[in-house]
Nanobody, 115 residues
Framework: QVQLVESGGGLVQPGGSLRLACVTSGFAFSSHAMNWVRQAPGKGPEWIAT????????TYTDYVQGRFTISRDNAKSTLYLQMNDLKPEDTAEYYC????????RGRGTQVIVSS
C-alpha cells in the first residue's frame, strides 16, 4: 500500500522558516520523481517544486525560487521542503505527490504564516 505522510507544518511569523518532511512507503521511492504541491483556502492546487529521482535535478515555481529548497533522502524514502523567508501568501496545505501519478499523494500538512 502506497503511503505518503507529511509533517512539519505549523504557525510561523513572516520571515520565518519551516522544514516539511514527507515519509513514504509502499513504492520504490528512489525510482520516482516527486513534487510538493500546496493548496490555499478557496484556491486550487498550486505546484511548488519537483525533484528528480536521483535528487540532482530540481525545478521550482517562480514565486518560491530562492526561498524554498526541495530535497530527498532515498535511503530514508523521505522528501523534504525547506521553506525560508515565509510570507503570508505561503499559507496553505502542503502535500507531497508522485510526479508521474498525481493520485499518489499525502493528506498534507498545514502551514500558516501570520504575525
Amino acid at each position: 500500500q502506497v503511503q505518503l505522510v507529511e509533517s512539519g507544518g505549523g504557525l510561523v511569523q513572516p520571515g520565518g522558516s519551516l522544514r516539511l518532511a514527507c515519509v513514504t512507503s509502499g513504492f520504490a521511492f528512489s525510482s520516482h520523481a516527486m513534487n510538493w504541491v500546496r493548496q490555499a483556502p478557496g484556491k486550487g492546487p498550486e505546484w511548488i517544486a519537483t525533484i528528480g529521482n536521483g535528487g540532482r535535478i530540481t525545478t521550482y515555481t517562480d514565486y518560491v525560487q530562492g526561498r524554498f529548497t526541495i530535497s530527498r533522502d532515498n535511503a530514508k524514502s523521505t522528501l523534504y521542503l525547506q521553506m525560508n523567508d515565509l510570507k503570508p501568501e505561503d499559507t496553505a496545505e502542503y502535500y507531497c505527490q508522485q510526479t508521474q501519478d498525481a493520485r499518489q499523494r499525502g493528506r498534507g500538512t498545514q502551514v500558516i504564516v501570520s504575525s
